[in-house]
């Protein structure tokens, strides 16, 4: 499997590559040159099997690199008991006959980015290793609440690795905050900033974006920055695992018949969790319609309803911070998707920045 910059599909990168190295050097976001189909049998299977195992079977079909030794020990230890407080890891309650809840926060800070924010750091240490490079990450993550305290969990006190965190001052809430300043680990790194979530994400774009910079810090450090929020592959594989999980689950259930069509309904930020499932559905989950749903901040839905993607809009703090974004940047491997031109994506990216 060969992964591309959203932006360039005529440089391939090997998954550990894509991984490591979070943002593509165009600007653009790594992404699988195609998307595998699930085998014929597979949702069947996948009923039989324990969440971890489902991670690796699914997560295999992107990540040839990996084995599957490997992967069972990463899905062992991100999903195992002594992070999630269920053996489902991620099960599926019925609201009523029709609708279900797909339970995503039974992880260590109860945020649904902890599913990722397990695995990630396993993927990503195992990726420095496949591509021999002898430095240590510094991993600069932009969060409206959630994805900080998961990504802080996840890699603290992880070897090779360090973590720096943006939130913005005012902008998450108390128990957030306190979940990010308290944690412990002598590789954690907590900054508030004067400004808002689209703020702390800009400035690691252009910390990402910076040559020079770069080249500072790996000749006189020998460090790389990476990434952890979604924009990094390795923090959205683990996504699509839940969603086909979920289908596999609803079937063992007897809850629906194996090719039933069902509805996602996702709410949207920065849009990887419905990317996640959008990505399920063009594996071959039978998924017919995905909602995205947004707050006050609603540039999403505008530009599904309208195809005019309009960032100059008020910005408004809500009760629901992790959503309160106005630029998304996981839009961009949609618009591959959709569009498969790089140029096209290219043109699009320009015109939004500028
Ligand atoms: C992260 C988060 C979202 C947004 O998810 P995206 O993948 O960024 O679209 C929505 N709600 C909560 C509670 C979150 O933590």
């Not at 949702?43 to 490997?70: C, G, N, T, W």
């Not at 420095?128 to 959630?146: N, W, Y």
């Not at 080249?215 to 952890?228: H, Q």
């Not at 923090?235 to 079937?251: F, W």
Request: with cysteine.
């Amino acid at each position: 499997m060969q992964y591309i910059s959203t932006r360039d599909k005529n440089t391939t990168y090997l998954a550990s590559q894509a991984i490591a190295q979070g943002l593509a050097p165009d600007g653009g976001l790594m992404t699988p040159a195609y998307l595998p189909k699930l085998p014929g049998k597979s949702l069947s299977d996948l009923k039989e099997m324990s969440y971890q195992q489902r991670a690796v079977y699914i997560m295999k079909l992107f990540l040839d690199e990996f084995s599957v030794k490997e992967l069972t020990e990463f899905a062992a230890a991100a999903y195992g008991p002594e992070k999630f407080d269920t053996p489902a890891v991620a099960p599926v309650s019925a609201l009523d006959d029709g609708t279900f809840c797909l339970e995503l926060w039974h992880g260590p800070t109860c945020a649904f980015k902890d599913m990722a924010l397990q695995m990630l750091p396993h993927l990503l240490t195992a990726s420095l290793v496949k591509t021999e490079e002898e430095k240590t990450v510094c991993i600069l993550v932009a969060t409206s609440g959630d994805t900080g305290k998961a990504a802080l969990e996840g890699f603290k006190g992880v070897d090779g690795v360090s973590i720096g965190v943006l939130f913005p001052d005012g902008g998450v809430s108390d128990i957030q905050r306190k979940q990010m300043v308290t944690t412990t680990g002598d590789n954690v790194q907590v900054w508030a900033v004067r400004g808002n979530f689209d703020d702390c994400q800009t400035g690691v774009k252009h910390a990402f974006a910076d040559e020079k910079f770069a080249e500072k810090l790996l000749d006189e450090y020998r460090i790389a920055l990476s990434s952890a929020n979604s924009i990094n592959w390795g923090r959205l594989l683990p996504q699509v695992v839940y969603y086909i999980s979920s289908y596999a689950e609803l079937v063992a259930a007897g809850k629906i018949e194996a090719g039933c069509p069902i509805d996602v309904c996702v709410p949207t930020g920065n849009f990887g969790n419905i990317l996640a499932a959008y990505y399920a559905r063009e594996m071959g989950v039978p998924i017919d319609r995905l909602i995205c749903a947004s707050n006050s901040n609603n540039v999403l839905t505008d530009f599904l309803s309208t195809g005019t993607y309009d960032r100059n809009r008020t910005f408004f703090n809500t009760i629901s911070p992790s959503m309160d974004i106005l630029i998304s940047s996981n839009l961009e491997r949609l618009l591959l998707a959709i569009t498969q031109e790089d140029s096209e994506v290219r043109g699009y990216m320009e015109q939004l920045n500028a």
